[in-house]
C-alpha cells in the first residue's frame, strides 16, 4: 500500500513535555511537509523537506523541529508544549513541481 | 506572502442542485490550484486541481474555472449527492522553485435530501 502514514493517530500530554510524531511516505514523493490544523480547520504550513533540505519554514516557534532521515521521513519534535500547541498536525507529501499533496490522517495533540 | 480568500464559510444545497464555492488570491504569481475536500472525522484529500494556461477544468461532477485577470477561482460541484457533504479547501502555489500551497479557511458544504 502506498500512502503517507502517521503515528500516533492522538496523544496527550502535559505543558511542557517534549514530544515527537512520525511521518513517513511510500510515494516515492520527493517533498514533505507538515501542516497545523486548528480547531476552526485552519491550515497552516510549518515546514516542508525536499530532499533532506529545508525550503519552506514558516515562522513558528523555536519549539517546534522537523527531524528527517530520508525523503520518505518528516519526523516533528515539539520540545516543550504549550497549550496553544493543541491541534491536528498533518503531514504531507508531494512532487515539487507543483502536484497535489498526499496527505496523512493526522495526529491530534491535546496539550493540559 | 500569498493570502487566499475562501468566501463561503458554509453552504447549504438541495440534493441534485449545484454548489458554487468562491475563491480569490493576491499572489500574481500563483499558477497552481488545487482543491481538497475533507470528510468529517478524517484528513484531507486532493479532488481536482486547475494551472493558469486554462480556464476550465471537468473531472465528472466536478468544474474548476479560473479568472487570472480577478484572481478568482471557483469549484462548481454539480448534481451534488449527500456524499459531496464536507469541508472543502481552496489553495494556491506560486509557480518557483520548491512547493507552497497557501490554504483557504474552508467551505463546508451540506447537501440535504
Known amino acids: 500500500e502506498t500512502a503517507v502514514f502517521q503515528t500516533p493517530n492522538y496523544h496527550v500530554t502535559q505543558v511542557g513535555n517534549e514530544v515527537s510524531f512520525n511521518c513517513k511516505q511510500t510515494l516515492g514523493h520527493d517533498t514533505m511537509y507538515w501542516y497545523k490544523q486548528d480547531s476552526k480547520k485552519l491550515l497552516k504550513i510549518m515546514f516542508s523537506y525536499n530532499n533532506k533540505q529545508l525550503i519552506v519554514n514558516e515562522t513558528v516557534p523555536r519549539r517546534f523541529s522537523p527531524q528527517s532521515s530520508d525523503k520518505a521521513h518528516l519526523n516533528l519534535r515539539i520540545k516543550s508544549v504549550e497549550p496553544e500547541d493543541s491541534a491536528v498536525y498533518l503531514c504531507?507529501?508531494?512532487?515539487?513541481?507543483?502536484?497535489?499533496?498526499?496527505f496523512g490522517s493526522g495526529t491530534r495533540l491535546l496539550v493540559i | 506572502g500569498e493570502k487566499v480568500e475562501q468566501h463561503e464559510s458554509t453552504l447549504s444545497v438541495r440534493e441534485g442542485d449545484s454548489a458554487v464555492i468562491n475563491c480569490t488570491y493576491t499572489?500574481?504569481?500563483?499558477?497552481?490550484f488545487p482543491w481538497y475536500k475533507q470528510e468529517a472525522g478524517k484528513s484531507l484529500h486532493f479532488v481536482i486541481d486547475?494551472?493558469?494556461?486554462?480556464d476550465r477544468k471537468q473531472s465528472q461532477r466536478l468544474i474548476v474555472l479560473l479568472d487570472k485577470k480577478a484572481k478568482r477561482f471557483s469549484l462548481h460541484i454539480t448534481a451534488t449527492q449527500p456524499e459531496d457533504s464536507a469541508i472543502y479547501f481552496c489553495?494556491?502555489?506560486?509557480?518557483?522553485?520548491?512547493?507552497?500551497?497557501?490554504f483557504g479557511i474552508g467551505t463546508r458544504v451540506l447537501v440535504r435530501p
Open positions: 486547475i494551472r493558469s494556461n486554462v
Open positions: 489553495a494556491a502555489s506560486p509557480n518557483s522553485a520548491g512547493n507552497k500551497l497557501t
Open positions: 504531507a507529501s508531494s512532487f515539487q513541481a507543483n502536484s497535489d499533496y498526499t
Open positions: 499572489d500574481t504569481a500563483s499558477s497552481y
